[in-house]
């Protein structure tokens, strides 16, 4: 079983529409979650970080965390054709070290 | 602000050849150094990860090292390349090893191993 698993997708997305991403992690002890977005060819970028469960916005980002069931969605509000990338779950553990997923492709149509 | 570098951005290696990949952070003293790995279509894989100077872990056994000589500073070698070492090798740093810290990522460097 792999420790954090997300939907490789692709996810298609029409402009305008919400883009929703899951996430699912192993590892009960985990304290921290981040989303990262990588366009192709370039290295990820953090865009969300989520330590408590509940949902926390930035702009037209929304992560969600629901620790007792070990899940943490991304959703994209609004989606831009700039919003089509891979989008990387990752969960923290006990003493920093990262876990992530393969990453969600985004595919956001015109 | 702090910035983190990486050179080459890109880089063409023949089998049996060796590595040298720099990584260095401005902008911060004392941060936690990770180098990964991602291959193509996949995800990120934890190599070599460093708390301080001269202070390495590895994650993978395999023939690439790491040595951090200064605090700011990161290097990922080999001394013989094998053709599955081809991928995008990126660095990161963290401000601390607690467990909410958020890890930021370099622009990488593209190895293709022929």
């Known amino acids: 079983q792999k420790e954090v698993e997300q939907n490789s997708g692709p996810l298609s997305v029409p402009e305008g529409a919400i883009a929703s991403l899951n996430c699912t992690y192993s590892?009960?002890?985990?304290?921290?979650f981040f989303w990262y977005r990588q366009y192709s060819g370039k290295s990820p970028e953090l865009i969300m970080s989520?330590?408590?469960?509940g949902d926390k916005e930035d702009g037209r980002f929304t992560a969600q965390l629901n620790k007792a069931s070990q899940y943490v969605s991304l959703l994209i509000r609004d989606s831009q054709p700039s919003d089509s990338a891979t989008y990387l779950c990752?969960?923290?553990?006990?003493?920093?070290?990262?876990?992530f997923g393969a990453g969600t492709q985004v595919v956001v149509t015109p | 602000s702090q910035t983190i570098h990486q050179w080459p951005a890109t880089l063409v290696q023949p089998v049996g050849s060796p590595l040298s990949l720099e990584c260095t952070v401005e902008g911060t003293s004392n941060p936690n150094l990770y180098w990964y790995r991602q291959a193509a279509g996949r995800g990120l894989q934890l190599l070599f990860y460093s708390v301080g100077i001269g202070q390495i872990s590895s994650e993978v056994p395999q023939n690439l090292s790491a040595s951090r000589p200064q605090d700011r500073q990161f290097i990922l070698s080999s001394k013989k390349l094998l053709l599955s070492d081809s991928g995008f090798y990126l660095c990161?740093?963290?401000?601390?090893?607690?467990?909410?810290?958020?890890?930021?990522f370099g622009p990488g460097t593209r190895l293709t191993v022929l």
């Open positions: 990752a969960v923290n553990g006990s003493w920093g070290k990262f876990q």
């Open positions: 590892d009960r002890v985990s304290q921290s």
């Open positions: 989520i330590y408590s469960n």
């Open positions: 990161a740093w963290s401000a601390s090893p607690s467990s909410y810290n958020e890890q930021f």
